[in-house]
């Protein structure tokens, strides 16, 4: 739990970022062809987010973003014949493709899933029993092979609704096998990024993710032993069994939970699906829970100037996973933190809100180890590790999660800003 935890957010002087070199990684070539499109609700025409949008027969997947919008670059050696979406509470959507070439504007329709609540039948009414069941058959149902994912993350910094700050990579994430709940061997590392900084004299509070990319680790909570999903921390949570959902066209049961007891450190609040027949976590969201803001502060805090004042407010996030052939593996991160910061003897105070996303957008089981040397670090910071550089093609053959247009819009701004 502590390990959990201690995933950070700490800040510095905005002048203390510069003269950083980067880590590059051997640029991968070939050609490719580009799927583009937008995921709606077809009830209410609206735009979802978060849909899982993969490549039936591969392991070649995004999501898409918050205006729905999703891309994906497939090699031309590729034969495809469509793509599956999926996404919690819809039923699946099979995409047909007639041609692997450029297909641009491509909108599909999700529908609703029906309420099944009548076809569950409920774990012995017993929230915490049916945990632990999903705890003893992760070895059965995640990898039982060592694996290494290819993802695209992004990290963000907002002051109010403006954005300071943009960095993003794509990165190689090697996992053992699930069997084996322990993270401590597994590793990251930065294939390629960029970066870019508000150089706004009003901005000089720099906000920075301490170990932004081990999200991939830490908050893996099925891989991670010491995350929520062990044996001494489910004592400290009371479950209860919530209305059921669809996801992936099958059932899950949804289990909530919230602190029973008081530690010296913060909890946690949120619920856990778990898939109905094989018993597998699909799906994690939890938050931070604030009763207590020293403790709040204590684990997400890193570093501060003197003088500055820090009021968490909010501390959530978000883990989901995939079933392929079989076995479920991990699909997508995403981790969002807002708090306010006052200097004292100042009158107002500006609100900050730092946002990281992961998505996997490949996986293999026969590759190279990532030297030691080479690894992203605990407590590394993503930001220092890349570099600034935006050309118009910087990620080519790349799978990334697409920018929204208020985002498109603020890497416009800050690049005009860094000339």
């Known amino acids: 739990m502590k390990k959990l935890v ?13 003269g950083i070199s980067p880590l590059w990684a051997q640029e991968e070539a070939g ?15 609206r735009k979802l987010e978060n ?7 591969t392991n070649i997947g995004t999501v898409t973003n918050a205006d729905g919008v999703f891309s994906l670059k497939i090699k031309d050696t590729e034969t495809i014949q469509g793509l599956e979406v999926s996404h919690i509470g819809y039923l699946n959507s099979q995409v047909s493709l007639k041609e ?3 297909i641009s504007d491509l909108t599909i329709w999700m529908l609703p899933a029906p309420n099944l609540l009548s076809e569950i039948v409920i774990f012995g009414n017993n929230a915490r029993v049916l945990v632990e069941e999903a705890i003893k058959k992760i ?7 060592k694996s290494l994912l290819t993802a695209f993350y992004r990290e963000t910094v907002q002051k109010r609704r403006r954005y300071i700050s943009v960095s993003e990579a794509v990165i190689d994430v090697a996992k053992t096998a699930y069997s084996d709940r322990d993270p401590s061997n597994d590793k990251v590392q930065i294939q390629k990024g960029r970066r870019l900084l508000s150089q706004k004299t009003s901005d000089t ?15 893996d909570v099925v891989k991670n032993g010491d ?23 099958r059932m899950q049961y949804v289990v909530s939970f919230r602190p029973r007891v008081s530690l010296m450190y913060a909890l946690f609040y949120g619920k856990l699906y778990i898939d109905f027949e094989k018993l597998a ?3 994690a969201e939890f938050s931070l829970d604030m009763q207590n803001r020293v403790k709040a502060v204590e684990a997400i805090l890193h570093k501060k100037p003197l003088g500055l004042r820090f009021r968490p407010q909010e501390v959530s996030y978000l883990v989901t996973y995939k079933e392929q052939n079989g076995k479920t593996y991990l699909n997508y991160i995403r981790n969002e933190i807002r708090f306010k910061c006052d200097w004292k003897r100042r009158l107002f105070s500006s609100g900050y809100t730092v946002f990281s996303e992961m998505v996997v957008t490949d996986r293999k089981n026969d590759f190279a180890a990532i030297p030691n040397k080479k690894a992203f670090k605990e407590k590394q910071v993503f930001y220092d590790m890349v570099d600034v550089y935006w050309n118009e093609d910087f990620w080519k053959a790349y799978n990334i999660i697409e920018p929204t247009e208020s985002l498109e819009h603020a890497v416009s701004k800050l690049k005009k800003q860094s000339r």
């Open 205 to 219: 509070l720099a906000v920075k993710v301490v170990g932004g990319p081990t999200l991939s680790i830490y908050l």
């Open 281 to 283: 976590f699909t799906r």
């Open 51 to 57: 849909v899982n949008v993969s490549v039936p027969g």
């Open 100 to 102: 692997n070439k450029d």
């Open 6 to 18: 201690g995933i950070t957010v700490g800040w510095l002087m905005a002048f203390l970022l510069l």
């Open 227 to 249: 995350a929520l999903l062990s044996p001494e921390n489910l004592n400290y949570y009371d479950f209860q069994i919530e209305e059921p959902v669809n996801l992936d066209n």
């Open 139 to 145: 070895p059965v149902n995640y990898s039982p092979d």
């Open 31 to 45: 050609n490719y062809f580009t799927i583009t499109g937008v995921v709606k609700n077809k009830d209410n025409k």
